[in-house]
């Protein structure tokens, strides 16, 4: 575990609590993965939350909520995923969003967890995710399924939102695109992002404060910064909400899951997210009405009706 790479000074920056244990952890495949750990002064100590994130999100967007966690009395270990945040890029342009495939997600949360969270945190073990976090720790669930006690989903990317195509039109254009050799060829143009849309105009957040202050860590062209999707981005997590949607990679999830969805999100597909959790083994649901898409981002009482339903359905929680 590489503990030794010198950091950015970014959680002082954001006024977020100091790490017990950061660096870089460089996967089996050659990236240098960002990650941080955060230790619970509190007693009795909870466990642990895994909290992953959305696309063009890093460890600074999360401090506030990785605070709030700590008063819980949980630890808190997060990374940056490949390919944003501080961690390493897969292709040379750092502004567009790039995966080949979420099994890449898949086995950094798994790395992750060998190489820096069972040494450096404390277990019982909890996912929290945000949207494509969410939809990456659904591909991982049958591998973390011995390790992971419960997991809270936040407006997970099981479908896309009302204003994209069809994923009948999507799916083989964005195929013959990849095969065609133009997966890095990106979507909607060189704009994108949290940090060049008007407040009144986001989708993300109905609180001000919050979406300021995101829009100051993710400055076009910063180093927290990413773009718009690339096609091969795109192509991957249809591939994996198609994945996890199988029968037989369903049955293969264990881990009782809350499946936690926005009532104005138009980001993502709520109603698919709302029947993926019926269709669980052990799933259950809560809408929280009003609230857009990033619900660990939003407004107060919204935010508040977040850490309620976090705090039944995860065990020893006091809220």
Known sequence: MNVGVSLPDMHSQSHGPEPS????????????LRFAVYRSKKR??????ILLHGRNEAIEKYAETVRDFLARGFDV?????????????????????????????AADLEHLFKATFLPEARAPFFVVAHSMGALAALVAAPILANRVRRMVLC???????????????????????????LGRLPIGGEKGGIA????????????????????????????????????AW??????????????????????????????????????????????????????????????MQEADRYRDQFFAAFGQFVPGTSV
């Open 21 to 32: 244990a950061s660096g870089f952890e460089k996967t089996p495949d050659g990236y240098n």
């Open 44 to 49: 009795p100590n909870q466990g642990t939350i």
């Open 77 to 105: 270990g997060t990374f940056d995923w490949r390919g944003q945040g501080y961690s390493d890029r897969m292709i040379t342009s750092h502004r567009h969003g790039y995966v080949d495939s979420y099994e890449q997600f």
């Open 155 to 181: 407006a997970p990317l099981l479908g896309l939102g009302p204003d994209v195509p069809s994923p009948s039109i999507l799916e083989p254009a964005m195929r013959i695109l990849c095969f065609v050799g």
């Open 196 to 231: 060049i849309t008007p407040f009144l105009e986001n989708k993300l957040t109905t609180d001000l404060d919050r979406y300021t202050t995101n829009q100051a860590l993710a400055q076009p062209g910063g180093p927290l910064s990413v773009g718009p999707p690339t096609c």
């Open 234 to 295: 795109l192509n991957a997590t249809l591939e994996a909400i198609k994945e996890v949607h199988e029968p037989e990679h369903m049955a293969r999830i264990y881990t009782p899951t809350l499946i936690l969805t926005a009532g104005s999100d138009t980001v993502v597909s709520s109603l698919a997210a709302t029947q993926y959790a019926r269709d669980l083994r052990s799933g259950a649901h809560i809408a929280i009405d009003g609230a857009k898409h990033e619900l």
